[in-house]
């Protein structure tokens, strides 16, 4: 059983933190369902463990440092953000696979929508292809941003997990080098011209779930 709790309005980071603590803890404990826990924050940036100093170009907003895995991203209103604590310990002790997962649980929600989603090797999250943009200055195709991925494992519990932009104010990732990476950009839903709101990708999500992780 995986329960699907959702919050409203806009959740504090060190609160969302307290309760990822509290929930795999419990799921360890078998006393808690596995759950998916989805939120919006207020404007903010995490660093994750490989995150560089030199990335935080700005630090226009609260910057909080994290245990997932990754560099610097950025959370604020009109993305969704889904905690994502399962049990590996029952679904297969493979990171490698548990990320590929999310990647495909991510892209299947996408392509509700007629977005295609695509991940890139040594470019962790889901990517979309813009043709329609001039290329990079080495004459590299434009690919934009719209999902970013970073988990952290205790006892084999997963917690952090996605986040996915919906419509979010894209100037805000001007204040760091996102994931680490350069040269490419972000998109949303309603960037790319979709007018999808957080309803509409909340129950892509459910049914894209169900089918990479039953």
């Not at 504090?12 to 759950?35: K, L, Q, T």
Request: glycine share 12%; charged share 20%; proline share 6%.
């Amino acid at each position: 059983m995986v329960e699907w709790i959702h919050s409203s309005g806009l959740t504090g980071y060190p609160e969302a933190e307290s309760f990822m603590e509290s929930r795999v803890a419990a799921i360890a404990a078998g006393m808690a369902d596995e759950a998916v826990w989805l939120v919006e924050h207020p404007a903010l940036y995490t660093a994750g463990t490989s995150a560089r100093t030199e990335d935080l170009l700005k630090a226009r907003f609260p910057v909080f440092q994290t245990g997932r895995g990754g560099q610097y991203t950025y959370h604020g209103p009109g993305q969704r953000v889904a905690y994502v604590m399962l049990d590996l310990n029952r679904r297969g002790r493979d990171i490698r696979r548990f990320v590929a997962n999310l990647e495909a649980w991510v892209i299947g929600a996408l392509a509700e929508f007629g977005v295609t989603g695509e991940i890139r090797e040594g470019r962790v999250g889901v990517w979309v292809p813009r043709p329609e943009r001039p290329p990079l200055p080495d004459g590299t195709p434009r690919e934009d941003k719209i999902a970013a991925i970073g988990v952290k494992l205790r006892r084999w519990i997963s917690f952090h997990g996605v986040s996915i932009n919906v419509e979010p104010d894209l100037t805000h990732y001007d204040g760091i080098v996102p994931c680490g990476i350069s040269g490419h950009g972000v998109t949303s839903l309603v960037d790319l011209g979709l007018p999808v709101t957080m309803e509409d990708l909340d129950l892509a999500l459910k049914r894209s779930f169900a089918v990479q992780f039953g």
